[in-house]
């Protein structure tokens, strides 16, 4: 059962820096065990070049396709299901979210905006850079969990689920 792919979204409110950075990375990293994805409650239609420049230079940007979506995509039916949500922003953190299927465990792992930093473009890129990092030390953490606990956790949201219902 440890060989189960986990799912994993990242929210931000814009998912045009901090939400598209962690999918990124956990992509990155991830392996064979997540697959990352990310959206946005009010999503600004483009992901900011910087988020895309930091992580070709950290070497984690493996996929194509990096794009600024709604969340209302991962709430369908036929989305994937959903076994972690982070949100990566204090604003979407404050919102009411949709309801996922399979009730993931959810998490807020904030982090302040490099997008809203302002200066040199030095100044901007070492904000982004510094998001990078704080988010690429989480899910460090993250991975260093064993298997057996994360599939645990899963299966506790569910059970928890199925005793609401």
Known sequence: MSDQLLNVLFICTGNSARSILAEGILNAMGGKRFKAYS???HPKG???PMALDVLQRLGM????GFRSKNWDEFASPTAPVMNFVFTVCDNAAGEVC???PGQPLTAHWGVYDPAAVEGSEDKKYHAFNDVAQILKRRIE???SL?????QSLSIQAQLNA???S
């Open 98 to 100: 949709p309801v996922w």
């Open 39 to 41: 959206a946005g409650s």
């Open 162 to 164: 199925i005793g609401q």
């Open 146 to 150: 064993p298997p057996q606990s994360l």
């Open 46 to 48: 483009e992901v900011h």
């Open 61 to 64: 940007a493996q996929q194509e």
């Open 141 to 143: 953490l993250m991975l």
